[in-house]
């Protein structure tokens, strides 16, 4: 089984997401990627910046799911 993440970047103030950025790399657990989401969404708010994230209500989530696509392709 292999799990995907997608990161999402919101906004408060307009009260909606742009559409999932999908990492290009692949996991072989839950936890593998569940760690990278931890790791990249706080690489990208530190790219962001303090004076945007502020401004703009920004905030980042994210999500692993099982890529059933790979999984037919195996």
């Known amino acids: ?14 009260d909606s997401c742009i559409p999932p950025y999908i990492y290009p ?6 936890y593998e990627c569940l760690k990278k989401g931890y ?6 708010l530190e790219e ?5 994230v502020n401004s703009n209500r920004l905030y980042i989530k994210f999500l692993c799911y099982e890529d059933e ?4 392709d195996t």
């Open 48 to 52: 962001i910046g303090e004076i945007e």
């Open 25 to 30: 790399a692949q996991f072989n657990s839950e």
């Open 69 to 72: 696509a790979q999984e037919q």
């Open 1 to 14: 089984m292999k799990f995907s993440l997608a990161l999402i970047l919101c906004s408060y103030i307009v």
């Open 39 to 44: 790791t990249e969404s706080l690489i990208k």
